[in-house]
């Protein structure tokens, strides 16, 4: 006698568990913004990470951003995280870059320049060797805006961390944790905005955590090598950045930086900087 045999059953596929992510109407943010003010840091990350959409930290490993990548680490989660490579950083802060990155196991993606890979590429195909001064708006595009904007579309980035605080002063007085980005709907979180710079800075020394040794040299914050100087005692933070423009300049670009089709019709991007159109663009 034939046995019939039972047919095979396949187990089902595994479903993947996707995270409710919240309809941030201003009305939530507002809810939102008042509940986590009250939070500690840590009760804050683990909020954002549990209920935002593929989220990532963008930094330059500044002091702030090392408050924040170390108090993720404690936590045991991974957050991606992204850093512009400009192609104009000091040496020392890429050293550091690459110490953190290794010390702290992250998955960095870096991002830079689509046309150039080093500033002499940079320069010598842009015809510019002060584009900076020159035509500010062009550079921070080029070396900033652009790579920001690609980086959040290629990683499908849905909220990502900035290291702005309210004591840095100008256009940061009035952040708030969460935030929408204008230029695309993004989710942009300040977790240290209401953190003062002692604060900070009383955690990286009682954490033990590494910090750009610029620091230690008189840069109070730290940005490209040819827009960032040294301050004084009683200087503001941020009094170092942007020199050139008298206190006229306060942000690189990205936390300004329009939609990319307005940005696009500012100027011509792959113009040499002789041109009337690039050396005319105007500063944020």
Known sequence: MRIKQAPVVQPPAPVEEKKEVPVFTSEYLEHMNTVLAQQPLEAVIQWCYNSLPNFHQVTSFGSTGMVIIHAIHKLGLKVPVIFLDT?????????????????????????????????????????????????????????????LDRALEELKVGAWITGRRRDQGALRTDLSILELDPADGR????????????????????????????FDKSYASIGDSVTTTQTSNGEGERSGRFHQFGGAKTECGIHVRKRPIEAAESFDVDRPISSPVAATASTH
Not at 105 to 116: E, F, H, M
Request: glycine share 2%.
């Open 87 to 147: 192609l104009y950083h000091f040496e020392e802060t890429l050293a550091h870059a690459k110490e953190v990155e290794e010390k702290y196991g992250l998955q960095v993606s870096w991002y830079r320049c689509a046309k150039a890979s080093t500033r002499a590429e940079f320069e010598k195909y842009y015809r510019s060797d002060d584009m900076w001064i020159s035509a500010p708006q062009k550079y921070e595009w080029l070396t900033k805006v652009e790579p």
């Open 187 to 214: 989710i942009k979180v300040n977790l240290l905005a209401f953190w003062s710079k002692d604060e900070i800075w009383a955690y990286l020394r009682r954490e033990g955590v590494p910090y750009n040794p610029l």
